[in-house]
C-alpha cells in the first residue's frame, strides 16, 4: 500500500524538477552572456578555501569538557 503513494510522490517531484531546470536552462540561453568579471575567480578560490576550512574544523573530534 505504501509504494503506490510513495512511486506517485516520487515521480511528481521528478516532473517538477525537470521542469524547474528546463526553466532555468532556456532563461540561462535567453540572457545575454555577461563578460568574465576577473574578480570572480578570486572569489570562487576564498569561498573554496573558506568552505575546506569550515570542513575541516567540523571533522575534527570535539573536546569534551570532563566534568
Known amino acids: 500500500m505504501h509504494?503506490?503513494?510513495h512511486a506517485?510522490?516520487?515521480a511528481a517531484r521528478t516532473a517538477e524538477l525537470a521542469?524547474?531546470?528546463a526553466?532555468?536552462?532556456l532563461a540561462r540561453e535567453a540572457a545575454p552572456?555577461?563578460?568574465a568579471l576577473p574578480v570572480l575567480p578570486a572569489l570562487?578560490?576564498?569561498l573554496g578555501e573558506a568552505l575546506i576550512?569550515?570542513?575541516t574544523r567540523l571533522t575534527r573530534p570535539?573536546?569534551?569538557a570532563v566534568a
Open 3 to 5: 509504494t503506490f503513494p
Open 8 to 10: 506517485l510522490t516520487h
Open 19 to 21: 521542469a524547474e531546470a
Open 23 to 25: 526553466a532555468w536552462r
Open 33 to 35: 552572456a555577461a563578460p
Open 44 to 46: 570562487r578560490n576564498r
Open 53 to 55: 576550512a569550515t570542513g
Open 62 to 64: 570535539a573536546h569534551h
